[in-house]
């Protein structure tokens, strides 16, 4: 298995604009999880899925932010619109229990200018 | 309020010697602690996991243990190696919630 994938590896854009993040779990992982990590704040759970429904989203930072699960292979994190602050190393991870290890994406490093 | 620690500050350590990190935890009852690698640009990689009727857990050159009256996991490297340098994180898993609460993280650094 080619493990959690990722993409844009990197992405640089103007504060408003819109950003999308994509996420394919490994396969047969029922959970999805999204993460964004900073040197101030450390790794911070934003949402995380099972079986493509989103279970809690009490992470994401306001209504700016939204993610989706349209199926198990494929998941977007979506920001609009982007503000600096927003800046940060974005990784997802899936598992096949709630409690068991997560495998983690490359992240996607975001800039907003 | 609740809290996880870890040393904020870079750990230098000398080749062949053992590297201690710390994980202290506060107003948690933990079900099981987990302990991972993270190197720069890439991913948290999973390592090792112990749980609270657990004292100790090895793999290889790894070690960990859990003391729930501590409430403190410490995790050991011995003969360490260049290539352990990294960042260690430790995150917390209780059954009531499912949230995996997460460290900061440790910078290790072995000099050769």
């Known amino acids: 298995d080619a493990g959690v994938i990722q993409s844009p590896r990197h992405e640089v854009t103007e504060m408003g604009q819109e950003v999308t993040l994509r996420c394919k779990p490994i396969?047969?992982?029922?959970?999805l999880f999204w993460y964004r990590q900073t040197m101030m704040r450390g790794l911070e759970l934003l949402i995380y899925?099972?079986?493509?429904?989103?279970?809690?989203d009490s992470g994401m930072p306001e209504d700016r932010f939204s993610a989706k699960m349209p199926n198990a292979s494929f998941s977007t994190l979506k920001i609009q619109p982007s503000e600096p602050r927003d800046s940060a190393v974005y990784f997802c991870?899936?598992?096949?229990?709630?409690?068991?290890?997560?495998?983690f994406g490359p992240g996607t490093r975001l800039t907003v200018l | 309020s609740q809290k996880i620690e870890q040393n904020s500050e870079a750990l230098n350590i000398q080749e062949g010697k053992t590297a201690t990190l710390t994980c202290n935890y506060t107003n948690y009852s933990p079900a099981y602690l987990q302990w991972y690698r993270q190197d720069p640009g890439r991913g948290p990689v999973f390592l090792l996991l112990i749980r609270e009727n657990e004292k100790e857990k090895r793999k290889e050159r790894l070690k960990v243990t859990f003391d729930t009256t501590l409430k403190q996991s410490l995790f050991h490297i011995t003969a360490s190696q260049p290539a352990d340098s990294a960042t260690y994180l430790c995150?917390?898993?209780?059954?009531?919630?499912?949230?995996?609460?997460w460290g900061a993280g440790t910078k290790l650094i072995i000099k050769p």
């Open positions: 995150a917390l898993h209780m059954d009531s919630n499912y949230q995996l609460i």
């Open positions: 899925f099972n079986n493509n429904v989103p279970i809690d």
């Open positions: 396969s047969g992982h029922d959970y």
């Open positions: 991870a899936s598992s096949f229990l709630l409690d068991d290890t997560q495998y």
